[in-house]
């Protein structure tokens, strides 16, 4: 079955340093990989996909992230964080016959200080 | 264009009770599916609908939880007999028709249901 590893549970970063979020997958097929930021008692906002092609992908408000299959990982970055970006942050692969079904993984909360 | 509308938004439930939460997909979307958010936790995918199908249920707890999702109308989820381990937050999310690799799937702003 697949899961999806956030290992770091709280991460707080200065206004202006670089931010990675890590996520690590288990799936046995090609995976579809999906990062999600969530602001406190809303939904969620999709920051950026991986499907195919190339493994940099390019997200919403600066975000990026790098698929690598030899890891079985998929990390977001963003060189320069600003103090919005203080949220929860959730990292999902897509199964099903089109990757429309998500497995999520438990989190990243970022808090950013001043 | 609107996007994944839910509601109500939050609830207060008593133990026993029936809890109904709805969600209209987006316009175009006739997928729907539905995620629970325990506290402190990732999303748990629940169960999966088409226009009057359940395409996949997997993620449904086997008693006091259905779904539906009528022809016309919103998706229901709908909770029988609540109990204090049904507090979480419910999403929905929606796809457009006919899912294949790349269709985004969009969430709606969550139902945060309370059981006291």
């Known amino acids: 079955a697949q899961s999806v590893t956030q290992p770091d549970i709280h991460i707080t970063v200065s206004e202006g340093a670089s931010l990675e979020l890590r996520c690590n997958y288990s799936y046995g097929a090609t995976p579809y990989l999906f990062w999600y930021v969530q602001s406190p008692g809303q939904g969620l906002q999709l920051l950026l996909k991986?499907?195919?092609?190339?493994?940099l992908v390019q997200g919403i408000k600066g975000f990026e992230a790098e698929f690598k299959r030899s890891q079985s990982s998929f990390n977001l970055r963003k060189p320069s964080v600003h103090w919005s970006d203080a949220a929860e942050y959730f990292c999902?692969?897509?199964?099903?016959?089109?990757?429309?079904?998500?497995?999520f993984g438990g989190g990243t909360r970022l808090m950013v200080k001043p | 264009n609107a996007g994944v509308m839910q509601n109500p938004r939050h609830l207060v439930r008593r133990r026993g009770q029936e809890a109904r939460l709805r969600c209209s997909p987006m316009k175009g979307h006739s997928h729907v599916y539905w995620y629970r958010q325990l506290p402190e936790e990732g999303l748990k995918f629940m169960v999966y609908l088409q226009k009057e199908n359940i395409i996949d249920e997997s993620g449904m707890p086997k008693e006091r939880f259905s779904a539906e999702f009528p022809k016309e109308g919103p998706s229901i989820l709908r909770i029988q007999q609540v109990v204090r381990g049904d507090s979480a937050a419910y999403f929905c999310?929606?796809?457009?028709?006919?899912?294949?690799?790349?269709?985004?799937?969009?969430f709606g702003e969550g139902s945060w249901l309370t059981v006291v």
């Open positions: 999902a692969v897509g199964v099903g016959n089109a990757g429309n079904m998500l497995t």
């Open positions: 999310a929606s796809s457009p028709q006919g899912p294949s690799p790349g269709n985004t799937i969009y």
């Open positions: 991986y499907f195919s092609g190339d493994t």
